[in-house]
Nanobody, 122 residues
Framework: QVQLVESGGGLVQAGGSLSLSCAASGRTFSNYAMGWFRQAPGKEREFVAGISRGGTNTYYADSVKGRFTISRDNPKNTVYLQMNSLEPEDTAVYYC???????????????WGQGTQVTVSS
């Protein structure tokens, strides 16, 4: 089992920034690709960003490219999502997730956090 706990959500004005963190425990963190996802009310959960086990490869949804940055610190068992130039359309519950070995751009992940709310006001 891998336990994931997100933090850092909140309310921010459009154009502002937020930094999310996700702390992992339970298994060898560096064995897992990590992803950030979001789900807005009435919408399906969608992929936002992903990072490979060693941090070499990253992928982003088109809607966040150039604004969001995913990173990880394996010794600290933590993955981050830096969100800049936030827009009202970014309002959602943000989840981190872990997938053993291989990074995929989908929701096919093995473990999920409980989510953290991000609200962007116009």
């Amino acid at each position: 089992q891998v336990q994931l706990v997100e933090s850092g959500g909140g309310l921010v004005q459009a154009g502002g920034s937020l930094s999310l963190s996700c702390a992992a425990s339970g298994r060898t963190f560096s064995n897992y690709a990590m992803g950030w996802f979001r789900q807005a009310p009435g919408k399906e959960r969608e992929f936002v960003a992903g990072i490979s086990r060693g941090g070499t490869n990253t992928y982003y949804a088109d809607s966040v490219k150039g604004r969001f940055t995913i990173s990880r610190d394996n010794p600290k068992n933590t993955v981050y999502l830096q969100m800049n130039s936030l827009e009202p359309e970014d309002t959602a519950v943000y989840y981190c997730a872990a997938r053993l070995w291989v990074l995929v751009v989908s929701t096919e992940y093995d473990y999920w956090g409980q989510g953290t709310q991000v609200t962007v006001s116009s």
